[in-house]
């Protein structure tokens, strides 16, 4: 199903709107008077224009979902280690849900988005910005866009701190600083880096922590409500393989889906790390 028109221009108005404050940004920089401009300016573009790259690559499709067969599973149960039939298999593992709205049997870690009217696999969230979901296929994407636009925004804030000096004189007469209209813009665009500087930073910390423990957004703040993972203990997550596994299922997927073929409860064995055990979990 198509992206509902209103979600679609919502998304496309955010990103004129965060982008352009950006370039407008950059372009104060052609105002300035000092040897620091042009090299500053084509950093803070060059970061520009990789932040506005990956923002537009992970505006696009977060996947489609896998509608599973009986006997798909039936011939991947050695991937998943456990020997016996297929009802053994089911009662080992959590059902599936069936989503009303698309009329399939959801695939683990599948769940169905209102705003864009399909079911989007190993769903992430919905994101305002990029008017759009984040999922399977495009979360690699989310997490570079998040790192350099992270990256511009400090960056900027730093660089433009440093031209302060340069617009700014003492006046002996009158007991006090002067401020050349360039003093101005320098502290407002500082200002608006550093407020986009704390929000992405914020996120790329926290989606940093997520791909690390292989857990989505949904996943980490709606796990009471996920059948799935109820079916296992609290402090257990089926889906993470460790850190480096982690990341290679997240950044390095060739555009291939993964069926996300539960362990049963007979595979289960204790995690013991620093964010999840049978003591706490913190994550």
């Known amino acids: 199903m198509a992206v509902p028109s209103q979600v679609y221009n919502l998304g496309n108005a955010c990103k004129r709107f965060l982008f352009s404050a950006e370039v407008i940004g950059m372009l104060t920089l052609t105002i300035f008077e000092n040897e620091l401009t042009i090299p500053i300016g084509i ?10 790259y990956f ?36 009662s080992q593992t959590p059902d599936r849900n069936e989503c009303q709205e698309c009329k399939i049997i959801q695939s683990y870690r599948t769940k169905h988005c209102s705003k864009c009217q399909k079911c989007i696999p190993k769903y992430d969230h919905h994101c305002f910005w990029i008017g759009g979901c984040v999922g399977e296929l495009n979360h ?29 004189t003492y006046d002996e007469e009158f007991g006090h600083d ?9 502290l407002l665009t500082a200002a608006t880096s ?21 857990k989505t957004t949904w996943e980490h703040t709606k796990r009471d409500k996920i059948s799935y ?11 993470n393989f460790g850190f480096i596994e982690n990341i290679k299922i997240t950044f390095f997927h060739k555009g291939l889906q993964s069926h996300w073929i539960p362990p049963s409860k007979d595979q289960i064995k204790e995690q013991c790390n620093i964010f999840d055990n049978k003591y706490y979990s913190c994550c």
Not at 160 to 165: D, G, V
Not at 194 to 214: E, K, P, Q
């Open 43 to 52: 950093r803070l573009l060059i970061e520009t224009i990789a932040a506005g």
């Open 140 to 168: 690699r994407m989310y997490w570079l866009f998040l790192f350099f636009q992270c990256l511009l925004c400090f960056d900027g804030m730093f660089q433009f701190k440093k031209q302060f000096p340069y617009y700014s």
């Open 229 to 239: 993972l109820n079916f296992y203990p609290r402090y257990y997550h089926p889906y």
């Open 194 to 214: 550093f407020g986009f500087g704390i929000f992405t930073g914020a996120l790329l910390l926290y989606h940093t922590m997520l791909i690390l423990t292989g």
């Open 55 to 90: 923002y537009l690559q992970c505006s696009d499709s977060a996947g489609e979902p896998v509608v599973e067969q009986e006997d798909h599973e039936l011939s991947q149960l050695s991937f998943s280690g456990l020997r016996g039939d297929y009802e053994q298999f089911e």
């Open 178 to 186: 002067e401020y050349q209209y360039q003093y101005f813009i320098i």
